[in-house]
């Protein structure tokens, strides 16, 4: 099956920057559509951002559209999230997440990936 890993998460301050990355080991990404979601404390785990297994076909939920970008490198086998202008309502746990049914047009709906990184905890203060 392979394994997901997340990195790069951490304490910012509001209006700040950070960087994301999803590595994965066991397995070709390349085959798969891949998406970021995270899971506030209370809340259910949400959708952030999603991208085709070609790069194309990114989309994002609303909250984080012109602030947060989504992109992949199939050669080294990884995903990124570009996060900027951070928000403390961005605090949350972010997952990776690949989904092999999605690859062409990935889906927004967590029962609609397959496997799932450990998480990687951002946390922004104001």
């Known amino acids: 099956q392979g394994q997901l890993v997340e990195s790069g998460g951490g304490l910012v301050q509001a209006g700040g920057s950070l960087r994301l990355s999803c590595a994965a080991s066991?397995?070709?990404?390349?085959?798969?559509?891949m998406a970021w979601f995270r899971q506030a404390p209370g809340k259910e785990r949400e959708h952030v951002a999603a991208?085709?297994?070609?790069?194309?076909?990114?989309r994002y939920t609303d909250s984080v559209k012109g602030r947060f970008t989504i992109s992949r490198d199939n050669a080294e086998n990884t995903v990124y999230l570009q996060m900027n202008s951070l928000k403390p309502e961005d605090t949350a746990v972010y997952y990776c997440?690949?989904?092999?049914?999605?690859?062409?047009?990935?889906?927004?709906?967590?029962?609609?990936?397959?496997?799932w990184g450990q998480g990687t905890q951002v946390t922004v203060f104001s």
């Open positions: 997440a690949a989904g092999l049914r999605w690859a062409i047009v990935p889906g927004n709906r967590a029962d609609q990936y397959d496997s």
């Open positions: 066991g397995r070709t990404l390349m085959e798969y559509g």
């Open positions: 991208i085709g297994w070609n790069g194309a076909n990114a």
